[in-house]
């Protein structure tokens, strides 16, 4: 059984684009001798395509597209192809996520997936039926036992508590499946591969069953999916592996444990690099940006964010704007022209001090007798991001934010002023990660001033300020954060594991107050298991 597994980079919505993909992957597949081949979950109509598919009009183009692929391809071995599907039933949810075998130019037998996740970023129980029992497609003489996604995530002998009372795999194994074929779209996390490996290994030796997974590529809005489509004989031992974060098919021999493993870093930090860089690059080229800009404060968090760009974009299609201030140090304004020499950058110089002190005029008699305060500092944020903006407007790039996990969780940011973009790149990164990913990158070569690194964090919007002066220091804070953003741990909680109740309790306040700020924020590349994104669901109002 010679499988091939297309790892393509889809767009939601794109069906055309989508099928365009599929096509190409699937002739590069016949070529190397394919009996089966497979693509990703909902490959035609990109992951996650949400409320796209309550549209009827798009779920009728889709499976028209499905009877052209089998048309273009009907010379090629047998196809499944991930896509939603009617529910012919007048009875629960109108769609089925499922996978289409495509075969000698017509469209065949389908497979539905049984377990539809409704936690983090998913909400699948939203538009699909779940399918009960198991489905084998028999090919070649042999059994395939065909799973999507969620169906191999509820081993009983794996996890210590099951999301779900069946087990779709169990039942394809009683049934008789001589491997197990599974179509995911698996979002990228830090780590989170090198645990489903350990998975699906398991799952293997279980029941002694082959197991291929084929895993999706690429970024649609905040979600990164790093492919790494893998598959694992037998006895549980990988045998095959993808590319990670690039586009690949992968053939091998399934019931013979014959494929190759692609070369991979997971380290974490070159893991968070390798996923962002991916991610700034689709969400750009997606939303059909081709140029990028962003502030240059002299800080890590702008340092990191312009390398990444220059990496994802190309360094001839970044733009780093310099905006001193009074408060600005000569070092600040050095970093930034060093960097940007490192990294090849286009750059731009627009001092805000007369900008400063004409807003001082206009509020002068308002603000008589009171002292200045935040106020006069979310204005010098607020005139940069009108001045980012405007640059956005008038030359078309796409303005991207620099801001950290640690500064979004706490507040620590102005809406309207350096929260301004239409991305986020490292908003899910916490402050010492940013730390520990640029200086991994200086390893590659010269890209961020060590003086970066070593300086003290400031926003420097009042003489001598540091982030230290209103913050926990930031391995304290992102020690509470992870406790408490991550693994939703309560203040008594965190409170009993050693840390300061005063210092426990400000930061949960801080977080609990700044809630609506992040309802306005620009999307966030997803990277941790908690970002502040689509699987972020928290009320403005609450009390706690």
């Not at 059984?1 to 069906?15: E, H, S, V, Y």
């Not at 081993?155 to 009683?174: M, N, T």
């Not at 944020?381 to 078309?396: E, H, V, Y």
């Not at 008594?492 to 210092?503: R, W």
Request: proline share 5%; aromatic share 6%.
């Amino acid at each position: 059984m010679r499988l091939a597994l297309l790892q393509i980079n889809p767009t939601a919505g794109d069906l055309d684009g989508n099928s365009s993909l599929i096509v190409r992957a699937a002739r590069a597949a016949r070529a190397q001798g394919a009996d089966l081949m497979v693509t990703s979950e909902l490959a035609l109509m990109g992951y996650l395509p949400r409320d796209l598919l309550m549209n009827q009009g798009f779920v009728r183009r889709a499976g028209e597209k499905l009877s052209h692929i089998a048309s273009e391809l009907q010379d090629a071995p047998p196809l499944l192809v991930g896509v939603a599907t009617p529910n012919p039933s007048d009875v629960g949810r109108p769609l089925y996520n499922s996978a289409v075998l495509l075969r000698s130019g017509a469209v065949g037998q389908a497979f539905h997936k049984s377990l539809l996740p409704t936690y983090d970023v998913f909400d699948e129980d939203r538009y699909f039926e779940p399918f009960q029992g198991a489905q084998i497609l028999q090919l070649n003489g042999v059994r395939l036992g065909i799973s999507i996604c969620e169906d191999i995530w509820n081993d009983r002998d794996f996890w210590q508590r099951r999301r779900y009372h069946q087990d779709p795999i169990e039942a394809l194994a009683k049934a008789g499946a001589q491997a197990i074929v599974n179509l995911s779209a698996s979002p990228f996390t830090v780590g989170k591969h090198m645990l489903r490996e350990k998975m699906l290994g398991h799952m293997a030796r279980k029941y002694g069953l082959p197991v291929a997974i084929v895993n999706q590529v690429g970024a649609n809005d905040d979600l990164i999916f790093d492919g790494r489509s893998s598959v694992f004989d037998a006895r549980g031992k990988l045998f095959a592996r993808a590319k990670g974060f690039e586009e690949d098919v992968l053939a091998l021999d399934l019931l013979g444990g014959r494929g190759e493993i692609a070369s991979d870093d997971f380290l974490p930090e070159a893991e968070i690099w390798n996923a962002l860089v991916l991610g700034v690059r689709d969400y750009a080229r997606k939303t059909r940006f081709r140029k990028v800009l962003l502030g240059l404060s002299g800080g890590i968090d702008s340092a990191l964010t312009a390398a990444i760009a220059a990496d994802a974009m190309g360094p001839e299609n970044v733009l780093g704007v310099m905006m001193p201030s009074r408060y600005s140090s000569q070092g600040s304004v050095d970093d930034s022209v060093e960097l940007a020499h490192n990294l090849g950058i286009r750059t731009m110089l627009l001092p805000i001090s007369d900008i400063m002190k004409t807003y001082d005029g206009v509020l002068a008699d308002a603000f008589a007798g009171l002292h200045p305060d935040v106020t006069e500092e979310n204005i010098q944020s607020r005139i940069r991001g009108n001045l980012l903006m405007a640059l956005s407007n008038k030359f078309g790039p796409l303005l991207l934010t620099t801001g950290n996990k640690s500064e979004m969780s706490v507040g620590y940011c102005t809406l309207y002023g350096d929260m301004n973009g239409g991305l986020a790149v490292i908003a899910d990164l916490p402050k010492m990660m940013v730390y520990r990913v640029a200086r991994w990158r200086n390893q590659r070569g010269p890209a961020i001033p060590e003086s970066t690194i070593a300086k003290a964090p400031s926003a420097e919007l009042r003489p001598d300020q540091t982030d230290q002066d209103s913050l926990p220091p930031y391995d304290l804070l992102d020690e509470i954060l992870e406790l408490h953003v991550e693994q939703c741990r309560s203040a008594e909680e965190i409170v009993a594991q050693g840390y300061d109740e005063h210092t426990v309790r400000r930061v949960l306040r801080l977080v609990r107050i700044a809630e609506f700020k992040r309802k306005q924020a620009a999307p966030v590349l997803k990277v941790t298991s908690r970002a502040f994104g689509t699987g972020w669901r928290m009320p403005i109002v609450r009390q706690e």
